[in-house]
């Protein structure tokens, strides 16, 4: 399915409906046509609602207070939404599909509201909804702007708020079907990692983190380094009056190269119950498996038949855009950018890539407008295309 870059009149008219919120409010479901409730706010964070018809109707049907990914690179700096955009959000871009059957938003954060930051990072949230579904997908990612190669540890923060109201939950973790749980007797959230496989989980009450506003995340970088570096896996915490802290971690991400993007998929949903929040755990699990994500890897029967470098998505572009390409199998790749005088302007990929399907993004925040041209060489074997840049 393609998709046509472009800020939606929805937006527009609930921009004016909603003038005294931050603009980086995402609100496609007061559109009749959405039965799920997602928001990200100005901290990047994603957050759901459930009233009624899974619509929006107050502050109190909130379910989901706040999942988040957080961006470690030692135990003196991991990136969290508090300390580091805060409202300092570089971009958002808005896509709508044919008939409004998905509406989905991507914001790029990066960390110059931290003082004195040891690193640039640019920070990716994609946030993605269906029509008459009752569930969300969100891409969590982490950009390298550094002129040399970073490795990053990831984790996904979740924190329920079951009716506006934080306490007395179970955390749960089922690793038989890698599923996360928060419940009590008014509702539960659930999410489930789509792409990557968890390296650890972490459950805990809210008194046991280095915290002292529930409404915040204000533990300091040592804390938030102990729990997202954690490779062992709690399975059931009850929680006190303030509710509880779960992360799920995914370890080093890998050596990124200047521009390269490393990110996770996550589906998460709301319900009644934990049957409920199964239910629909599942169809957004077949909801992923049936879209063009750019992030699949082929089995071993399902091996591309050639080489082919995809069209990059979106394009145009501003200023991230992902970039596809099928080899059918292990060989040494290169995918690299170079703008329309012959000058190589990044490098997305070098080095050996196993047979499947791989995608990376191309973060040109620091490009000036214009075409550009990505080149893979797989082997020796050359293939070539456009892209356009429009800021």
């Given at each position: 399915?393609k ?11 609930l ?12 609100y ?5 046509t ?13 957050q ?13 049907d ?118 996360l ?14 792409d ?7 459950l ?12 915040r ?27 509880g ?40 699990i ?36 992902t ?39 191309f ?29």
């Amino acid at each position: 399915m393609k998709f046509t870059l472009r800020i939606s009149i929805l937006t527009l008219i609930l921009g004016f409906l909603f003038a005294d919120l931050s603009e980086a409010q995402f609100y496609p479901h007061n559109d009749t046509t959405y039965t799920f409730v997602s928001t990200t706010n100005a901290f990047g964070r994603i957050q759901s609602y459930d009233g009624e018809d899974g619509r929006y109707e107050s502050v109190t049907d909130k379910m989901i207070d706040r999942l988040y990914q957080l961006v470690g690179l030692n135990s003196n700096y991991v990136w969290n939404p508090n300390d580091d955009p805060d409202i300092n959000i570089l971009d958002t871009l808005y896509y709508e599909g044919p008939d409004s059957l998905e509406y989905f938003r991507e914001l790029i954060m990066d960390n110059s509201w931290r003082l004195n930051p040891p690193i640039d990072i640019h920070v990716n949230t994609l946030v993605r909804m269906f029509k008459d579904e009752h569930f969300g997908l969100a891409r969590f990612g982490v950009t390298n702007v550094e002129e040399t190669p970073m490795d990053f540890v990831l984790s996904v923060l979740f924190r329920a708020r079951i009716h506006n109201v934080f306490g007395n939950e179970t955390l749960e973790y089922d690793p038989a079907t890698g599923r996360l749980y928060i419940f009590n007797a008014n509702g539960a959230i659930g999410m489930t990692a789509l792409d990557r496989t968890p390296t650890g989980v972490s459950l805990i009450d809210f008194s046991d983190y280095d915290s002292t506003d529930p409404i915040r995340d204000n533990a300091r970088d040592p804390f938030r380094w102990a729990e997202i570096t954690k490779t062992t896996f709690d399975t059931m915490v009850n929680v006190g009056d303030d509710g509880g802290w779960a992360f799920m971690n995914f370890g080093q991400v890998g050596e990124l190269e200047p521009g390269e993007q490393a990110h996770v998929w996550i589906a998460f949903t709301h319900g009644t119950d934990l049957d409920m929040v199964d239910l629909r755990l599942d169809a957004a699990i077949a909801k992923f498996e049936d879209l063009d994500t750019g992030v699949s890897v082929g089995k071993d029967d399902e091996m591309p038949s050639g080489i082919h470098l995809h069209q990059n998505y979106p394009n145009p572009f501003n200023p991230t855009t992902t970039v596809s390409f099928n080899i059918p199998e292990a060989a040494h790749v290169n995918l690299t950018v170079y703008n329309v005088l012959g000058q190589r302007v990044a490098t997305l990929v070098d080095g050996t890539r196993a047979g499947g399907t791989h995608s990376v993004t191309f973060d040109a925040s620091r490009l000036n407008s214009g075409m550009y041209i990505y080149r893979l060489n797989v082997n020796g074997a050359i293939q070539s295309r456009t892209m356009l840049l429009v800021k």
